[in-house]
Every structure is written in C-alpha cells, then in structure tokens.
C-alpha cells in the first residue's frame, strides 16, 4: 500500500470529505466503502469481515448515478480498466473471507 500510487492520490484527496460506509450486502459481513474524490469521481472499498466466501456488487444508485450510468472502473491493485453500465461489477464478486477490492469509479458523459 505504502507504494501505490493510486491508493496513495485517494489517500492524499484531502478536496472531499473521508468515505463513508454506502452498503452493506449479505449478511452484513460485507461491506461497500466510498468516498466522492475532488475530481467527481468516487474511490470504493468492498471487504468480506466473514469467514466464508461472498458475493459484492454495487449499484450505481448508491453513489448518486443512475443504473444507466456508464463509467470506467480502474482497480487500483492490478491496474486493470474496464467499462461499466449501472453497476460495478457486471456480474457479482466472488470475495474471499477477509479479502477487500480497491477501485476508482468515473462516470462516462
């Protein structure tokens, strides 16, 4: 962590106030951290506290978008960039327990 770039510039976006928990899925084991960034775009944590595999999806609606929003995810782990409608991911994560997801969401105009 202590050398990502990119964990460190949402860390350092001082612009926006700290994130916020925005959901809570399955059996509260899992949970969707967010917070807006001062370039419009939002940072978001998804972490499994349980012990067993769960399933993480968030809905645009959350956030403030529509679920017809068209965005680029970026995450912020591997580097990878995709496009999402609506929600992110498409199709929902398996999280392993005790295991969490880092990515920036940017909504396509």
Known sequence: ????ED????????GTPQ???????????????????SDGGWAVVMVNLGDTLSKAQLSFDK??????SHATVK?????????????FPTTPLDLLPHACIMVTLHEAH
């Open 63 to 68: 956030i403030g978008w529509t679920k017809e």
């Open 7 to 14: 964990i460190l510039a949402v860390h350092n976006d001082t």
């Open 75 to 87: 995450d912020l782990w591997n580097k990878n960039s995709s496009s999402v409608v609506g929600m």
């Open 1 to 4: 962590v202590l050398f990502n």
């Open 19 to 37: 994130g916020d928990l925005i959901a809570r899925l399955e059996t509260n084991d899992t949970q969707v951290w967010g917070k807006r960034l």
